[in-house]
T-cell receptor, first 112, second 116 residues
């Protein structure tokens, strides 16, 4: 079982839809949770960062962490064609400088 | 500030050859991490260097190696290339190495390596 599981999609939605992207993980030691966005031919860029459980909102983006279920989500409201990209979840432990563990990414297409 | 710069952007090599990829981190960043990205495995951690010392290493064979120079620039080397080494190699830098809100990983746009 991989440490982080993420449905690769592709996911296609109409403009204006609410998008839900999810990851599950198996390592209960994970404390830091991130979402990265990767456009075609570009490197990943950090979108959202949360520590432990709870919600965090930034504009149209909301990140949720449920540690009891080992489940994290990213919601995109009022999705735009410019949101079309691959979304990667990432996480690491709360001990020392441990490397990030990434999900495989979900490819999202928002259709105008 | 200039972002993370990786050179070259594209590379085609033949099986059995070796290759060196270069990464210039954001000015002031002391940590450089390398990741391999493939459609099948996603992003996999190769190694991390901090102040010229390898601090973390992923589960890759010894054919994959790296180093960091005193100016924080980093190189990674792959010897005896195999077809399965074809991938996007991403370099990321951060001020301290631990990915956090105040010290996130900043990725370059990668080097696309094709092994034929």
């Amino acid at each position: 079982q991989k440490e982080v599981e993420q449905d690769p999609g592709p996911l296609s939605v109409p403009e204006g839809a609410i998008v839900s992207l999810n990851c599950t993980y198996s390592n209960s030691a994970f404390q830091y949770f991130m979402w990265y966005r990767q456009y075609s031919r570009k490197g990943p860029e950090l979108l959202m960062y949360t520590y432990s459980s709870g919600n965090k909102e930034d504009g149209r983006f909301t990140a949720q962490v449920d540690k009891s279920s080992k489940y994290i989500s990213l919601f995109i409201r009022d999705s735009q064609p410019s949101d079309s990209a691959t979304y990667l979840c990432a996480m690491n432990r709360n001990s020392g400088n441990t490397p990030l563990v990434f999900g495989k990414g979900t490819r999202l297409s928002v259709i105008a | 500030k200039a972002g993370v710069t990786q050179t070259p952007r594209y590379l085609i090599k033949t099986r059995g050859q070796q290759v060196t990829l270069s990464c210039s981190p954001i000015s002031g960043h002391r940590s450089v991490s390398w990741y391999q990205q493939t459609p099948g495995q996603g992003l996999q951690f190769l190694f991390e260097y901090f102040s010229e010392t390898q601090r973390n290493k992923g589960n890759f064979p010894g054919r994959f190696s790296g180093r960091q120079f005193s100016n924080s620039r980093s190189e990674m080397n792959v010897s005896t290339l195999e077809l399965g080494d074809s991938a996007l190699y991403l370099c990321a830098s951060s001020p301290e190495g631990r990915s956090s809100y105040n010290s996130p990983l900043h990725f370059g746009n990668g080097t696309r390596l094709t092994v034929t």
